[in-house]
């Protein structure tokens, strides 16, 4: 035998062993997705958040470690949002309601990180946020970090402004708004997953649209309880 | 004689005058055209310093034509324009409408996560259980005003679909 084919055998079975041990450093929730009506596993040891930095609606640091210690309900939103955001605000002070009817141990923190950080400032996020739930987490920050965020979830986000003949136009990702778009408003289409973050920081499952809260109570306390296990 | 005379044609005139006026009101009905009928009117409460509000209703079209909703006027906003939120793969936009059509013979429901009237920049958001006047301006000419009342969408959001 050569010493080619060692060298072969010998790469793959270091590779076996590799995906083997980062299979044994984490749990496969992939099983669990039986027993979901409203979640999907987004858990994946692979691919951690990245590193980000913003600021919650009170003007403090909002990074990585806010999410660690306790479980967490991200979404994103806007407040010039008329429709979908404010359903899924209203959807989520919902959910903690029947959270709290069902006496589960758990009640996830609700946090909303604003797509649309040049409108919405802390301040502003406070007093929108707030109608909601007092307890509410208004995020917002830079925009790359958010983007960053954004990209991380796997959500999306495009900026639309209108022409004089009412005909919409879809920004570019980084294409800067025109100078009279704040005078002239426009809107964002977006992505309006709800994502469940664990205690370490990370996300464990999404809850894709249409958002039915009883569902997803089910599927919070189901998650909770594997991650627990 | 003159007196029974006077009190004939006070009855006469009265009569004519109230029969004029019931005629008058009748084509005024008409004309406002109630052959569209709008039911449970609402604004969805929202934060003080919210930019934008959301106005939904039930527009029946109970003629043999279809007929679209082109305007709609509020006093205290900056804009108010027509919309559909539309599920695209996950991604939902929000299309700006230059009409709603109602089919002939069937209603249109404006509610949350669909057709809606979008109220932008309030001078002031109006509270959880006032009543906002809506004109609403229709292709056949009619108007409607309506009465929405401004509550939360629990109820509806209970059945909520985005589609």
Known sequence: MSAKFFVVVGAAILLIAAVL????????????????????????????????????????VF???????????????????????????????????QLENKRSATIPKVIAITFDPLRDTPKVLKTYVAHFDKAFIGVSGDTQQIDQL??????????????????????????PLPKDAIEKGYVINHTARVYL????????????????????????????????? | MLNNIKKILFILVAFVSITTNAASHAHQNNHENHQITITDSWVRSAPINAPALGLFMGISNNTDQ???????YTKGYKRIELHRTIDSNGVMKMVKQAFMPIPAHAKL?????SWHIMLIGPEQVPSEGEQVSVNLKFNDGSTQTIQALVRKGRVMMKHHSMH
Not at chain 1, 198 to 204: A, H, I, N, R, T
Not at chain 1, 205 to 222: C, Q, R, S, W, Y
Request: aromatic letters at 8%; a negative charge.
């Open chain 2, 66 to 72: 279809e007929v679209r909703l082109i305007s709609a």
């Open chain 1, 197 to 229: 973050m664990s205690p370490d920081g990370q996300v464990l499952a999404g809850f894709p649209t249409p958002h039915k809260v009883d569902d997803m109570a089910n599927d919070i306390e189901l998650l909770i309880k594997a991650f627990e296990e």
């Open chain 1, 63 to 97: 990074n990585n470690n806010s999410l660690m210690g306790d479980w967490s309900l991200v979404l994103f939103i806007y407040t010039h949002c008329p429709d979908v955001c404010p359903t899924e605000l209203a959807n989520m002070a919902m959910l903690k309601a």
């Open chain 2, 109 to 113: 429901h404006l509610k949350p996560g």
């Open chain 1, 150 to 175: 954004v990209k991380d979830l796997g959500a999306y986000y495009e900026r639309v402004i209108y022409d004089e003949a009412g005909k919409p136009i879809t920004l570019k990702k980084h294409e």
């Open chain 1, 21 to 60: 041990y980062s299979l044994s450093d984490s749990k496969d929730y992939r099983s669990l997705n039986a027993k979901l009506t409203a979640a999907q596993i987004m858990h994946n040891p692979q691919r951690p958040l990245s590193t980000f930095s913003l600021s919650d609606h009170n003007g403090d």
